[in-house]
């Protein structure tokens, strides 16, 4: 394995750090996700550059880019596409929507109609679009990066569960450190420095592959799945904070901290896997995936409170 200072996907961070103060795990993640590949759910309030953060990462690289901000009265057209009659041949044809790119960032995608978000499902799941009798295929690699405002709730349609399991990550950013505070209006007040592209999609795909034959040991991989079965209630799985979960991760969790840890392993220039990766990643593969009761919901619990105890109940490797 070669060493970090070698690893493809610095310059990549570098170019990124440019526009992006702090917020050194987002853009982590987000790297994690482009190895993977998978999709990746950003959740934070207004001004946190969520959508600034998704749209340097594509200039910083040679990919294609669309961005579709979510509203009510957005249909699944226009997102995916649809037919065009023309008149001349009397026949129909395909016009691809914005989804046909490799990075498609779907912007406060709570705000439009569940009819839109299915259209999203066979896109992020099958990575193709059905038009008509067609199928066509999505660019390789494809990732959806979706933001949503956690605190507007009136006019929005909170995402269903199973589209929300296509998610490979769910992020909450933060507000940022009185020194990152600084630094931002420190930029600012000057000229920005131009982001260049330094990746190309077979690149990073290729980059994809070597985390993909990152060495994971047994035991380690027997540990993610004693983490995901202990999220499904069942009286010889009882450790406290199970009573608060309603409904576990699915199996697509075990497979989503594989993957994501081999890569983040990749990341840090090593050739095997450490517990630590899977402790660090479950955090943001499980928050989306497992839903509280009702009553844990009325009294204020979290599903980030519930991962803790999780770990902490977990026996390591």
Same mark, same amino acid.
Request: glycine letters at 6%; one cysteine or more.
């Given at each position: 394995?070669?060493?970090?200072?070698?690893?493809?996907?610095?310059?990549?961070?570098?170019?990124?750090?440019?526009?992006?103060?702090?917020?050194?795990?987002?853009?982590?993640?987000?790297?994690?996700?482009?190895?993977?590949?998978?999709?990746?759910?950003?959740?934070?309030?207004?001004?946190?550059?969520?959508?600034?953060?998704?749209?340097?990462?594509?200039?910083?690289?040679?990919?294609?880019?669309?961005?579709?901000?979510?509203?009510?009265?957005?249909?699944?057209?226009?997102?995916?596409?649809?037919?065009?009659?023309?008149?001349?041949?009397?026949?129909?044809?395909?016009?691809?929507?914005?989804?046909?790119?490799?990075?498609?960032?779907?912007?406060?995608?709570?705000?439009?109609?569940?009819?839109?978000?299915?259209?999203?499902?066979?896109?992020?799941?099958? &990575?193709?679009?059905?038009?008509? !009798?067609?199928?066509?295929?999505?660019?390789? @690699?494809?990732?959806? /990066? +979706?933001? $949503?405002?956690?605190?507007?709730?009136?006019?929005?349609?909170?995402?269903?569960?199973?589209?929300?399991?296509?998610?490979?990550?769910?992020?909450?950013?933060?507000?940022?450190?009185?020194?990152?505070?600084?630094?931002?209006?420190?930029?600012?007040?000057?000229?920005?420095?131009?982001?260049?592209?330094?990746?190309?999609?077979?690149?990073?795909?290729?980059?994809?592959?070597?985390?993909?034959?990152?060495?994971?040991?047994?035991?380690?991989?027997?540990?993610?799945?004693?983490?995901?079965?202990?999220?499904?209630?069942?009286?010889? &799985?009882?450790?406290?904070?199970? !009573?608060?979960?309603?409904?576990?991760?699915? @199996?697509?969790?075990? /497979? +989503?901290? $594989?993957?994501?840890?081999?890569?983040?392993?990749?990341?840090?220039?090593?050739?095997?896997?450490?517990?630590?990766?899977?402790?660090?990643?479950?955090?943001?593969?499980?928050?989306?995936?497992?839903?509280?009761?009702?009553?844990?919901?009325?009294?204020?619990?979290?599903?980030?409170?519930?991962?803790?105890?999780?770990?902490?109940?977990?026996?390591?490797?």
């Amino acid at each position: 394995m070669q060493s970090p200072e070698l690893n493809p996907l610095d310059a990549l961070l570098a170019e990124c750090r440019k526009v992006i103060v702090g917020q050194p795990q987002l853009l982590n993640r987000l790297l994690v996700a482009l190895l993977v590949p998978g999709h990746v759910l950003l959740e934070g309030l207004p001004g946190l550059a969520k959508t600034r953060a998704v749209k340097t990462l594509a200039a910083a690289s040679h990919m294609s880019f669309r961005r579709v901000q979510f509203t009510p009265d957005l249909l699944p057209s226009d997102v995916v596409g649809t037919l065009v009659f023309d008149p001349r041949s009397l026949s129909f044809s395909p016009r691809k929507g914005p989804v046909f790119a490799n990075l498609l960032l779907a912007d406060e995608i709570n705000r439009a109609p569940s009819k839109v978000q299915s259209a999203l499902l066979e896109a992020m799941e099958e &990575r193709q679009v059905t038009l008509g !009798e067609d199928s066509f295929p999505l660019p390789d @690699p494809f990732l959806v /990066l +979706a933001t $949503q405002n956690p605190l507007e709730q009136e006019g929005t349609f909170p995402l269903p569960e199973a589209q929300m399991d296509r998610f490979l990550f769910k992020l909450r950013v933060d507000y940022p450190s009185a020194r990152e505070e600084g630094e931002v209006l420190r930029r600012a007040g000057g000229q920005e420095e131009a982001v260049r592209p330094v990746m190309t999609g077979g690149e990073i795909l290729e980059a994809g592959r070597l985390a993909h034959q990152v060495r994971l040991d047994d035991a380690i991989r027997d540990y993610i799945v004693r983490l995901v079965q202990a999220t499904r209630p069942g009286p010889a &799985r009882a450790w406290k904070g199970l !009573e608060l979960v309603r409904c576990g991760a699915s @199996p697509r969790a075990s /497979l +989503a901290l $594989q993957a994501s840890a081999k890569a983040l392993a990749f990341l840090g220039g090593r050739d095997h896997v450490l517990p630590d990766d899977v402790t660090a990643l479950a955090p943001d593969v499980l928050r989306h995936r497992l839903l509280l009761t009702f009553e844990a919901e009325a009294d204020g619990a979290t599903t980030d409170e519930v991962i803790k105890a999780l770990l902490a109940a977990t026996p390591r490797p």
